[in-house]
């Protein structure tokens, strides 16, 4: 599976912005895709999660009421829209695929990565 990301970029604090990630390959068994992020000098944090077949989401506290996500099976897509920004939502944001059935938020069970996309937010 291939994972290509695209959205990011420089937002001020308080706007939003919509992240994208195109999944080709073996999609037939994906079974939830997922949006984390890494900060300057952080380690890889969960952001959100979606069960592929059945849509259903889970978030980290950090970002549960300002991010939304969600995917297009038709377009093998999924998305992350961002809300109400802030300098501490600056970070790489990857996506990744899960292959298994089951529910993680830790990123060592994630099977593959995409190359990340950067987002900025400035004060």
């Known amino acids: 599976v291939q994972l290509v990301e695209s959205g990011g970029g420089l937002v001020q604090a308080g706007g939003s912005l919509r992240l994208s990630c195109a999944a080709s390959?073996?999609?037939?068994?994906?079974?939830?895709m997922a949006w984390f992020r890494q900060g300057p000098g952080k380690e890889r944090e969960f952001v959100a999660r979606?069960?592929?077949?059945?849509?259903?989401?889970w978030y980290s506290d950090s970002v549960k009421g300002r991010f939304t996500i969600s995917r297009d099976k038709a377009k093998n897509t999924v998305y992350l829209q961002m809300s109400s920004l802030n300098p501490e939502d600056t970070a790489i944001y990857y996506c990744?695929?899960?292959?298994?059935?089951?529910?993680?938020?830790?990123?060592?069970?994630?099977?593959?990565w995409g190359q990340g996309t950067q987002v900025t937010v400035s004060s």
């Open positions: 390959g073996r999609t037939f068994s994906i079974y939830a």
């Open positions: 979606i069960h592929w077949v059945g849509g259903i989401t």
């Open positions: 990744a695929s899960d292959h298994t059935v089951r529910s993680s938020a830790s990123n060592s069970d994630y099977d593959y």
